[in-house]
């Protein structure tokens, strides 16, 4: 009895090399062979490219939050107050702050004054948001203290001098060391009414927190000062909390809540951007689903090569037949052939993603430059850059898919090559 031969042995991997070098008089199966590697190289690439881009904007925006921004913001509910009106002031901010910095994972709780006013400059004028915060809080808000680019000096930060986004300057032709007025339409109270408050203040630090819109409205205050501006003077408008774990905030809620007091409420920053980051998610997958529609549009080529290549080939697969070669060993044949393709295509696919998402900076100043400039708008976008964070994850997907879409769809055609009846292969021979 005659052995069978060995699955994918030696002479079937030289009969599918064979194949696959078709010449242009063999019906331009080589060129088909070349436009499936070609289309299935872009697919991956362009699947990896966008899975790097969507994963470093998301990180880049969470850190964006979490950098310069509380991940818990613990305030008072309303109460009326002598004028009747609602009062969210926190008296006890101090005993508050100590009691939350006592939780398990908080890192840090801090006191603040919030208000909006007007910063005036240089004839220019501009709406900003003041913080007013401890010198030593400040320091421990990575955006803020350890920015992208700074101005200035931190350790200045006090008394009647401020820090300021690089936003709010630019758009005011400020520096440091150059004076801003501020404007506050809650100001003095006379017997006449309340009057508009205007104080002039130092610039002594610029920051540039990676966010254009905290650049270009953030203005941080000295804690004493900002309570004696907004005329809050013994009490704190909220507290703001940093924790370890950031994204596991919701497991922290409940004892931050038992730690501020009857009166507490909490937002977090998922509360805040959650909306965002859920649309980003929804953004991802229908990517992924678009991209792969294209991945397997690619692969399908694959199917029209082989299809020729079975075509041109039938007198070879009778000959083949006839000598004993088994319908295994023929579909395997053409199996190879496809799936040489595929994993030719998606290797090639994966270096020019991965090379792309790795120097996407110098690549997108070339875009920029020959487009004349503004192509990413940072007040649109958020962000000042297009990131992009290459994932294992990500890759690992795209690869396997780009492979398994292409070793299913080659074997139909290969199933029909190994079907093929040699006595009708070779009749009109």
């Given at each position: 009895?005659?052995?069978?031969?060995?699955?994918?042995?030696?002479?079937?991997?030289?009969?599918?090399?064979?194949?696959l070098?078709?010449r242009?008089?063999?019906g331009?199966?080589?060129?088909?062979?070349?436009i499936?590697?070609?289309?299935?190289?872009?697919?991956?690439a362009?699947?990896?490219?966008?899975?790097?881009?969507r994963?470093?904007?998301?990180?880049?925006?969470?850190?964006?939050?979490?950098?310069?921004?509380?991940?818990?913001?613990?305030?008072?509910?309303?109460?009326?107050?002598?004028?009747?009106?609602?009062?969210?002031?926190?008296?006890?901010y101090?005993?508050?702050?100590?009691?939350?910095?006592?939780?398990?994972?908080?890192?840090?709780?801090?006191?603040?004054?919030?208000?909006?006013?007007?910063?005036?400059?240089?004839?220019?004028?501009?709406?900003?948001?003041?913080?007013?915060?401890?010198?030593?809080d400040?320091?421990?808000?990575?955006?803020?203290?350890?920015?992208?680019?700074?101005?200035?000096?931190l350790?200045?930060?006090?008394?009647?001098?401020?820090?300021?986004?690089?936003?709010?300057?630019?758009?005011?032709?400020?520096?440091?060391?150059?004076?801003?007025?501020?404007?506050?339409?809650?100001?003095?109270?006379?017997?006449?009414?309340?009057?508009?408050?205007?104080k002039?203040?130092?610039?002594?630090?610029?920051?540039?927190?990676?966010?254009?819109?905290?650049?270009?409205?953030r203005?941080?205050?000295?804690?004493?000062?900002?309570?004696s501006?907004?005329?809050?003077?013994?009490?704190?408008?909220?507290?703001?909390v940093?924790?370890e774990?950031?994204?596991?905030?919701?497991?922290?809620?409940?004892?931050?809540?038992?730690?501020?007091?009857?009166?507490?409420?909490?937002?977090?920053?998922?509360?805040?951007?959650?909306?965002?980051?859920?649309?980003?998610?929804?953004?991802?997958?229908?990517?992924?689903i678009?991209?792969?529609?294209?991945?397997?549009?690619?692969?399908?080529?694959?199917?029209?090569?082989?299809?020729?290549?079975?075509k041109?080939?039938?007198?070879?697969?009778?000959?083949?037949?006839?000598?004993?070669?088994?319908?295994?060993?023929?579909?395997?044949?053409f199996?190879l052939?496809?799936?040489?393709?595929?994993?030719?295509?998606?290797?090639?696919?994966?270096?020019?993603?991965?090379?792309?998402?790795?120097?996407?900076?110098?690549?997108f100043?070339?875009?920029?430059?020959?487009?004349?400039?503004?192509?990413?708008?940072?007040s649109?976008?958020g962000?000042?850059?297009?990131?992009?964070?290459?994932?294992?994850?990500?890759?690992?997907?795209?690869?396997?898919?780009?492979?398994?879409?292409?070793f299913?769809?080659?074997?139909?055609?290969?199933?029909?090559?190994a079907?093929?009846?040699?006595?009708?292969?070779?009749?009109?021979?």
């Amino acid at each position: 009895m005659t052995a069978r031969p060995a699955a994918f042995a030696p002479f079937e991997w030289m009969i599918a090399w064979r194949y696959l070098r078709a010449r242009r008089a063999e019906g331009g199966v080589s060129v088909m062979t070349w436009i499936s590697l070609i289309g299935i190289a872009l697919a991956v690439a362009a699947l990896i490219i966008t899975l790097a881009v969507r994963a470093g904007f998301r990180a880049e925006f969470v850190d964006t939050i979490l950098g310069a921004n509380a991940h818990v913001t613990v305030y008072n509910s309303g109460q009326p107050n002598e004028a009747g009106r609602l009062d969210r002031t926190i008296a006890d901010y101090a005993g508050m702050a100590e009691r939350i910095v006592a939780v398990p994972g908080v890192t840090r709780a801090a006191p603040l004054v919030k208000g909006q006013v007007m910063a005036s400059a240089n004839g220019g004028t501009s709406g900003v948001e003041v913080f007013g915060i401890a010198a030593a809080d400040l320091a421990t808000i990575p955006r803020v203290a350890n920015p992208e680019t700074a101005q200035g000096d931190l350790s200045r930060f006090g008394g009647e001098a401020i820090a300021m986004g690089s936003g709010v300057a630019r758009s005011l032709n400020l520096t440091v060391g150059d004076r801003v007025k501020l404007i506050s339409p809650d100001g003095v109270k006379t017997a006449f009414g309340t009057s508009p408050r205007v104080k002039t203040y130092e610039i002594a630090y610029l920051f540039t927190a990676g966010r254009y819109d905290i650049d270009q409205t953030r203005v941080y205050m000295p804690f004493d000062e900002a309570q004696s501006y907004f005329n809050r003077e013994g009490v704190a408008d909220e507290i703001e909390v940093m924790v370890e774990r950031p994204e596991q905030v919701d497991a922290q809620v409940f004892e931050i809540l038992r730690a501020a007091g009857d009166r507490a409420l909490v937002w977090t920053w998922r509360d805040s951007a959650g909306s965002f980051l859920r649309a980003l998610d929804i953004e991802d997958n229908v990517m992924f689903i678009i991209l792969s529609v294209l991945v397997l549009i690619a692969s399908m080529n694959i199917v029209s090569g082989l299809i020729m290549l079975v075509k041109n080939k039938g007198r070879d697969i009778g000959i083949l037949r006839t000598m004993g070669l088994t319908e295994a060993s023929v579909l395997r044949v053409f199996f190879l052939c496809g799936a040489a393709t595929g994993v030719i295509g998606t290797l090639i696919g994966l270096v020019i993603g991965c090379l792309f998402a790795i120097y996407i900076d110098p690549i997108f100043a070339l875009v920029d430059r020959l487009s004349g400039g503004d192509v990413w708008d940072p007040s649109i976008r958020g962000i000042y850059a297009l990131p992009a964070l290459l994932q294992w994850q990500d890759v690992l997907s795209s690869v396997g898919l780009a492979l398994g879409l292409s070793f299913v769809v080659t074997i139909f055609p290969a199933r029909r090559a190994a079907r093929m009846n040699p006595v009708e292969a070779l009749r009109y021979e």
